[in-house]
Antibody, heavy 119, light 106 residues
Framework: EVQLVESGGGLIQPGGSLRLSCAAS????????MSWVRQPPGKGLEWVSV???????YYADSVKGRFTISRDNSKSTLYLQMNSLRVEDTAVYYC?????????????WGQGTMVTVSS | SYVLTQPPSVSVAPGQTARITCGGN??????VHWYQQKPGQAPVLVVY???DRPSGIPERFSGSKSGNTATLTITRVEAGDEADYYC?????????FGGGTKLTVL
């Protein structure tokens, strides 16, 4: 079965760090665009970061310089290293596979992991 | 940065047709994707590349585009279609989501 399972969320103080993981099964993360998307409580979807098949990485301005996306091909796992966390980073974080479309659409999503930044 | 504009809410009676729009100043040159999100669940792709449907998505869901406005159309609306709907495009190397539209089935 093709699926994504996130882990690593939790409660963290402002200024702290957290690493999210997203384990893929049924496909390899290195063969697809992979992205992180977040959703603050009661709000809409917000794109965070993407890693291309070739390894290039891109970030939303709101997280640039603080977050790092990476992948471990041997473990077929996507990561999001989050440093210097802010209260406004509080959200459910989803990983998603860019698996269809002439311009990549996200066809597989994980169940999400909650990150709460609060003192 | 690129902006996608969706109506905050759309209401429709069961069995009727719902239309959700997504405007952007250059959508005519971009492929638009649509996602459905029910409360407490992850988003689900329902239309990609303006009008293609992933396997498993009912034919009642369709997409179209006219000029810079993309439209998600849901025919014969059912109670189970009540959800938030988001459009999405790529703007160079960035992903952009619309603000979302809450579809209410009356």
């Amino acid at each position: 079965e093709v699926q994504l399972v996130e882990s690593g969320g939790g409660l963290i103080q402002p200024g702290g760090s957290l690493r999210l993981s997203c384990a893929a099964s049924g496909f390899t993360v290195s063969s697809n665009y992979m992205s992180w998307v977040r959703q603050p409580p009661g709000k809409g979807l917000e794109w965070v970061s993407v890693i291309y098949i070739g390894g290039s990485t891109y970030y939303a301005d709101s997280v640039k310089g603080r977050f790092t996306i990476s992948r471990d091909n041997s473990k077929s796992t996507l990561y999001l290293q989050m440093n210097s966390l802010r209260v406004e980073d509080t959200a459910v974080y989803y990983c998603a596979r860019g698996g269809v479309g002439a311009t990549v659409a996200f066809d597989i999503w994980g169940q999400g992991t909650m990150v709460t930044v609060s003192s | 940065s690129y902006v996608l504009t969706q109506p905050p809410s759309v209401s429709v009676a069961p069995g009727q047709t719902a239309r959700i729009t997504c405007g952007g100043n250059n959508n005519g040159r971009k492929s638009v994707h649509w996602y459905q999100q029910k409360p407490g669940q992850a988003p689900v792709l329902v239309v990609y590349d303006d009008s293609d449907r992933p396997s498993g998505i009912p034919e009642r869901f369709s997409g179209s585009k006219s000029g810079n406005t993309a439209t998600l159309t849901i025919t014969r609306v059912e109670a189970g279609d009540e959800a938030d709907y988001y459009c999405q495009v790529w703007d160079s190397t960035s992903v952009v989501f619309g603000g979302g539209t809450k579809l209410t089935v009356l």
